[in-house]
């Protein structure tokens, strides 16, 4: 059966409610392309996402859902697939929600390898609850927790993940549109722990607060400092952010090992 985004959306709740030129509906419209091309029932998806700007995509979807608590929808997450593991479960975040409060769920999901999809969407900023600096931000940005400009270094959300064990990373962002639906195609379909990291525009607070124009300049922005793994342009400026796939491999999944456990234990 051919699936459309319309199949997944729940059309009573639009217009959305995030703020004009919010890259978060690009991430949206992609993962909705990416599930109709892989021709998923949404009966058999179920999103999990904490609090934030980031984690009201879950309230537009008509899956299985569940809008948890700040910082804790890998914890959620992680159960649900335990209890149902042939369920597909997507995991939206922020990047505060993700890797701050969030960042010890988030290592030891890594760490397990179970088989979830994480969507990083890093814009920086936590824009829901007045523009505080996050994890991310990185040195010199102004927040409201920063007017005078952040002295914290951010992490580096991919090699966090790769340090921490995640078997599929990725990075993207919202300019690179199609970039967006395949890596989410190839994470949902990956046996493990996967995570896309996409770098996308909050206007309202991150760009108004450092002058970096509109979202159209923060679009152009993403096109002009990053670039492919392995391409002429990232050789040629090392400086640019890199984008891709940086790691694909197969590892034992954590809810087959726990199953392989229980069968052997029965059999005692």
């Known amino acids: 059966m051919g699936y459309s985004i319309k199949d997944y959306i729940r059309k009573r709740f639009f217009p959305h409610i995030w703020c004009p030129g919010c890259g978060h509906g690009i991430i949206l419209n992609n993962m909705l392309r990416a599930i109709a091309e892989l021709g998923i029932s949404k009966n058999e998806i179920v999103m999990v996402s904490g609090i934030g700007c980031s984690s009201r995509i ?10 948890t608590l700040h910082g804790r929808a890998l914890a959620f997450a ?63 940005i102004k927040a409201t927790t920063a007017p005078y400009s952040n002295v914290d270094p951010s992490f580096d959300t991919v090699n966090l993940a790769i340090a921490a064990g995640a078997t599929f990373v990725a990075r993207t962002t919202t300019y690179h549109f199609n970039e967006i639906k395949e890596y989410i195609k190839k994470a949902i379909t990956h046996k493990g722990f996967s995570v896309v990291e996409i770098l996308t525009q909050c206007p309202t607070h991150f760009g108004r607060r450092n002058n970096l124009g509109g979202p159209v300049d923060m679009l152009k922005f993403f096109r002009d400092n990053t670039a492919l793994l392995g391409s002429k342009k990232i050789k040629q400026n090392p400086d640019l952010i890199p984008r891709g796939i940086f790691v694909e491999k197969q590892l034992p999944e954590y809810t087959e090992e726990y199953e392989r456990i229980k069968k052997r234990v029965k059999q005692k």
């Not at 697939?81 to 701050?100: E, F, T, W």
């Open 58 to 67: 879950s309230g537009y979807v008509d899956f299985h859902s569940l809008h």
């Open 78 to 140: 992680t159960g649900v697939k335990l209890s149902r593991p042939n369920l597909y479960v997507i995991v939206p975040m922020g990047d505060g929600d993700a890797l701050a409060i969030g960042g010890n769920h988030f290592i030891h999901a890594c760490r397990r390898n179970i088989d979830l999809t994480a969507i990083v969407m890093n814009n920086r900023i936590y824009g829901m609850t007045g523009g505080q600096f996050s994890p991310l931000s990185g040195k010199e």
